[in-house]
């Protein structure tokens, strides 16, 4: 009974065997052909799903980074409050940097930037320091209302209070330019 069992299974497997191998010789589609259709299907989908992605993102990013621009305008004026001077200088080399058109300079003032920088100019003790504050209030002062503002806040008298520096050059340079700025928006800079 076993033997009989065993040789109608061994034929069962052999006739399936053989049927199999009989329509893989009168395919003409094979394994490989098969493989590189999978291969192409998972490449286009995941394609597919790289561009849903940057999509997305997209979407994502073009909501949220208009806040995080003001967020990191407040962060940096805030930054011209510590007492390290470091993070001073950290502080007023991103403002120069934000400070691109006359709405994000007039933004910076609002904020308090403008004041902040010149009590950083007025309280540094390093050149360093002095120099950063000033190429942010240079970057400022491109805009008149700006200019207007720090008049305002008492800038002619901090710029001329700094000391000549003969060790940097760009000191100078800066402070002449500030002066230079609001003599032209003819506020008076010799008192």
Wanted: glycine residues 6%; aromatic residues 8%; charged residues 25%.
């Amino acid at each position: 009974m076993m033997r009989t069992l065993t040789r109608q299974l061994s034929s069962y497997l052999c006739r399936k065997n053989h049927g199999l191998a009989q329509t893989r010789k009168f395919s003409s589609f094979n394994g490989r052909d098969e493989l590189s259709m999978e291969e192409e299907a998972e490449r286009k989908i995941g394609w597919l799903l790289k561009l849903i992605f940057a999509g997305t993102a997209t979407v994502v990013a073009y909501q949220f980074f208009p806040y995080m621009g003001d967020n990191l305008m407040q962060q940096s004026v805030s930054l011209l409050q510590v007492k390290d001077p470091l993070f001073k200088r950290m502080g007023a080399s991103r403002l120069s940097r934000f400070a691109v058109d006359d709405e994000r300079r007039m933004k910076i003032v609002e904020i308090g930037g403008a004041k902040e920088l010149l009590n950083m100019l007025g309280t540094a003790k390093d050149e360093r320091t002095q120099k950063e504050a000033l190429i942010a209030l240079v970057a400022l002062s491109h805009s008149d209302e700006a200019v207007r503002a720090l008049h305002l806040a008492g800038a002619i008298s901090v710029i001329r209070s700094i000391p000549d520096s003969f060790q940097d050059s760009e000191v100078m340079v800066h402070k002449s330019s500030l002066l230079k700025r609001f003599q032209d928006m003819t506020y008076d800079t010799t008192s």
